[in-house]
T-cell receptor, first 114, second 112 residues
Framework: EAGVAQSPRYKIIEKRQSVAFWCNPISGHATLYWYQQILGQGPKLLIQFQNNGVVDDSQLPKDRFSAERLKGVDSTLKIQPAKLEDSAVYLC????????????FGPGTRLTVL | SQQGEEDPQALSIQEGENATMNCSYKTSINNLQWYRQNSGRGLVHLILIRSNEREKHSGRLRVTLDTSKKSSSLLITASRAADTASYFCATANTGTASKLTFGTGTRLQVTL
C-alpha cells in the first residue's frame, strides 16, 4: 500500500513570496490533516478535512494560509505571502474512514524562508 | 499550543539498555499515542493507549498511562541503534477524538 505522498520535499523562498505544497493521502482515507512543525517542536495541526469539507481550521493563520481539498482526495496548502517565521516542515497525514485514531504521515516538505 | 511535555528533552544511551520517556498533559483525554520521527522523515505511529487502559505492550515497547496524574511513559527495552529518533506523545482530547495535540518530543540517541 502506497503511503502519503508530499511534494516538493524541500523549498527555499524569500519572504513575501508565495509557495504551495501538495499532498496525496493513502487511497480511501477520508480524513486529511496538515501540520506545521517548527524546528525543535512537535507538530501543530493547521487544518483537518473530512472528505472535501473543513472540520477544524482554528489554528490556520487565515490571513496568509489557505488550503483546499478538491474532490476529497489530493490537497494543497498555500502560503501567501510567506514570512520568516513560516520556516518549518509541513506534514500531511491521513486517516481511514471510521478509524481516525491513527494518523499516517507523509515525509513532509521542509520550507526555508529567507 | 502544545498539550504534552516530554521529559527528558534528550536521552543518550548505549545499545542494549532500556530507554524511558515521560509525557505529561493538561486536559482530559480520549487516548494518548506515541509517534517516532527519524531525522528528516515523517512521523510513524508506534502505539495507542486509551483513557481506560493503564498499560499496553507492543514488541519492545511498553506504555503506561496514569490519568490521575495526567502522565504517560514509554519504555523501549533492549534498545538498538535504529531506535535513534525523536519520540512524541500526542493526545486526543475528549470530544475531539481525531484531533491530536503533540508534545515537544524526546530526542533519543542510541550508541553502539
Amino acid at each position: 500500500e502506497a503511503g502519503v505522498a508530499q511534494s516538493p520535499r524541500y523549498k527555499i523562498i524569500e519572504k513575501r513570496q508565495s509557495v504551495a505544497f501538495w499532498c496525496n493521502p493513502i487511497s480511501g482515507h477520508a480524513t486529511l490533516y496538515w501540520y506545521q512543525q517548527i524546528l525543535g517542536q512537535g507538530p501543530k495541526l493547521l487544518i483537518q478535512f473530512q472528505n472535501n469539507g473543513v472540520v477544524d481550521d482554528s489554528q490556520l493563520p487565515k490571513d496568509r494560509f489557505s488550503a483546499e481539498r478538491l474532490k476529497g482526495v489530493d490537497s494543497t496548502l498555500k502560503i501567501q505571502p510567506a514570512k520568516l517565521e513560516d520556516s518549518a516542515v509541513y506534514l500531511c497525514a491521513s486517516s481511514p474512514p471510521g478509524l481516525t485514531d491513527t494518523q499516517y504521515f507523509g515525509p513532509g516538505t521542509r520550507l526555508t524562508v529567507l | 499550543s502544545q498539550q504534552g511535555e516530554e521529559d527528558p528533552q534528550a536521552l543518550s544511551i548505549q545499545e542494549g539498555e532500556n530507554a524511558t520517556m515521560n509525557c505529561s498533559y493538561k486536559t482530559s483525554i480520549n487516548n494518548l499515542q506515541w509517534y517516532r520521527q527519524n531525522s528528516g522523515r515523517g512521523l510513524v505511529h508506534l502505539i495507542l493507549i486509551r483513557s481506560n487502559e493503564r498499560e499496553k505492550h507492543s514488541g519492545r515497547l511498553r506504555v503506561t498511562l496514569d490519568t490521575s496524574k495526567k502522565s504517560s511513559s514509554l519504555l523501549i527495552t533492549a534498545s538498538r541503534a535504529a531506535d535513534t529518533a525523536s519520540y512524541f506523545c500526542a493526545t486526543a482530547n475528549t470530544g475531539t477524538a481525531s484531533k491530536l495535540t503533540f508534545g515537544t518530543g524526546t530526542r533519543l540517541q542510541v550508541t553502539l
